[in-house]
Structure formats: C-alpha cells, structure tokens
C-alpha cells in the first residue's frame, strides 16, 4: 500500500518561504517521477512541480518559475518543493504524487484522476498566503 505524507506547510506572508516534504512509503521510490500538485479552495487540482526518477532535470509551470524549486533524496524516499517569494495566489492545499513511470511526460494528466495508479491522494498540507 503506498503511503504519501506531506508536511511543511503553513500561514505566510508574502515574499516568505516555506520548504514542503513528502515522505513516500510503499513504492519503489526511485522507479517513479515524483511531483506537486495544488488545488486552491474552488478550484480544480492543477500540477505543479515534477522531477523524474533521475533528478537530471525538473519541471516547474510557469506561474511558479523562478520561485519554486522540486527536489528529491531517493535514499529517503523524499520528495521536497522549496517554495520562495510566496504570492497570495500560491494558497492552496499541497499534494504529492508519483508519475506513472521514471519520466514526467505523463505525470501531469493525473491532476483529475479521482483512481489515481498508487491507490489514493495523501491528506496534503496546506499553504495559506497573506498578502
């Protein structure tokens, strides 16, 4: 059964940064891509960040690019987004999620999937942007 628990989340002011984590159990963690995504209240989920099973490269969208930054540690089966100059429009609730495979192609059409391939979302964390 895979696990995903985020955590790092938080109330800021803009311009601030928050670190967020995700702990992944239960998959072979250096298989998959891994990645962000957030759903801000009355919104639909959208992705945000994603990084392949390599690290060779990374992917932000462009709304964030610039500011936000995905990492991971495969030996701690870690995913982590470093999240600078925090705007308003940043406040959401924050999930992690794996790709379907090692690459990021794929990974972002998993933003509607109510099935998702590992089983089901993890509770997030949620970030909170006062202006």
């Known amino acids: 059964q895979v696990k995903l628990v985020e955590s790092g989340g938080g109330l800021v002011q803009a311009n601030e940064s928050l670190r967020l984590s995700c702990v992944v159990s239960?998959?072979?963690?250096?298989?998959?891509?891994m990645g962000w995504f957030r759903q801000a209240p009355g919104k639909e989920r959208e992705g945000v960040s994603c990084i392949p099973a390599s690290s060779v490269s990374s992917y932000v969208i462009n709304s964030v690019k610039g500011r936000f930054a995905v990492s991971r540690d495969n030996a701690k089966n870690t995913l982590y987004m470093r999240m600078n100059a925090l705007k308003p429009e940043d406040t959401a609730m924050y999930y992690c999620?794996?790709?379907?495979?090692?690459?990021?192609?794929?990974?972002?059409?998993?933003?509607?999937?109510?099935?998702?391939?590992?089983?089901?979302w993890g509770q997030g964390t949620p970030v909170s942007v006062s202006s």
């Open positions: 239960g998959l072979r963690f250096d298989d998959y891509s």
């Open positions: 999620a794996p790709g379907r495979d090692a690459y990021c192609g794929t990974f972002w059409d998993q933003a509607s999937t109510t099935s998702p391939h590992w089983g089901q």
